[in-house]
């Protein structure tokens, strides 16, 4: 038992096939002792391991944002597209921590407005204005507030044309 253990703390991808969630952590360590692009594809392979990542990543929560910049340095156009709309959406979550980390694998243009292509109107118009609400409350200093807000305002004026 002590050696299935060790194995699965070794090779991170096996622990969610044998039921046990991916840690951030190892995901991290992993990617900085192989080839990261083959095994970030390989975490995509199978939808649930996916799924729980995204949903980790949407929290906002900082280990996991920074899980989000490690995959998308090394993700296809898909994959790439996936992770983008989803810090978007960890903006309504954890916007403090969002703020934090733009302006490296993400920018404020692609995370601080609509993910959105063909949504209703009313819809992408409420997303906008939550995730508005939420930056403009937000407990962050930087400069990328400020940016993130006026393109959340420029897309929002966008929407009402």
């Given at each position: 038992?002590?050696?299935?253990?060790?194995?699965?703390?070794?090779?991170?991808?096996?622990?969610?096939?044998?039921?046990?969630?991916?840690?951030?952590?190892?995901?991290?360590?992993?990617?900085?002792?192989?080839?990261?692009?083959?095994?970030?594809?390989?975490?995509?392979?199978?939808?649930?391991?996916?799924?729980?990542?995204?949903?980790?990543?949407?929290?906002?929560?900082?280990?996991w944002l920074k899980v989000a910049e490690i995959l998308k340095r090394?993700?296809?156009?898909?994959?790439?597209?996936?992770?983008?709309?989803?810090?978007?959406?960890?903006?309504?979550?954890?916007?403090?921590?969002?703020?934090?980390?733009?302006?490296?694998?993400?920018?404020?243009?692609?995370?601080?407005?609509?993910?959105?292509?063909?949504?209703?109107?009313?819809?992408?118009?409420?997303f906008l204005k939550t995730i508005k609400d939420k930056v403009e409350?937000?407990?962050?200093?930087?400069?990328?507030?400020?940016?993130?807000?006026?393109?959340?305002?420029?897309?929002?004026?966008?929407?009402?044309?």
């Open positions: 038992m002590k050696y299935i253990l060790i194995f699965i703390l070794i090779y991170p991808g096996l622990a969610t096939a044998c039921g046990q969630p991916i840690r951030a952590d190892a995901i991290m360590e992993y990617t900085g002792s192989t080839g990261e692009k083959e095994y970030v594809m390989r975490l995509r392979d199978r939808k649930e391991r996916w799924a729980y990542i995204l949903s980790k990543i949407e929290s906002g929560d900082k280990t090394n993700a296809d156009a898909a994959m790439t597209k996936e992770l983008t709309y989803t810090v978007s959406f960890a903006l309504k979550n954890s916007p403090e921590q969002v703020l934090g980390i733009l302006g490296g694998q993400y920018s404020v243009k692609e995370i601080c407005g609509s993910p959105f292509v063909e949504e209703n109107i009313h819809f992408e118009q409420g409350n937000a407990d962050y200093q930087g400069q990328q507030k400020a940016i993130c807000l006026d393109n959340i305002n420029h897309q929002i004026a966008e929407t009402h044309r």
